[in-house]
């Protein structure tokens, strides 16, 4: 069954900026939380690049060809 939901307008949408909501109780919570999850995520990338992982799998033994 299709259902019609109606037309739809084209072209670009408007701009929404007028809709954001920049004084809210939580905006504070909200930039210490992104503040400390980009700050963790750059120690990642640094530790990952000080320090890589060996290159094959890890699993098997050194191999003996006997």
């Known amino acids: 069954m299709l259902f019609q939901i109606g037309k739809?307008?084209?072209?670009?949408?408007?701009p929404s900026v007028t809709n954001l909501v920049l004084v809210s109780p939580y905006m504070g919570t909200a930039i210490k939380t992104g503040l400390v999850t980009g700050i963790i995520a750059l120690a990642v990338k640094y530790?990952?690049?000080?320090?890589?992982?060996?290159?094959?799998?890890?699993?098997?033994?050194?191999?003996?060809?006997?």
């Open 8 to 14: 739809l307008k084209k072209g670009l949408n408007p």
């Open 47 to 66: 530790l990952s690049l000080s320090f890589p992982l060996p290159e094959g799998n890890l699993e098997e033994g050194p191999s003996l060809n006997v």
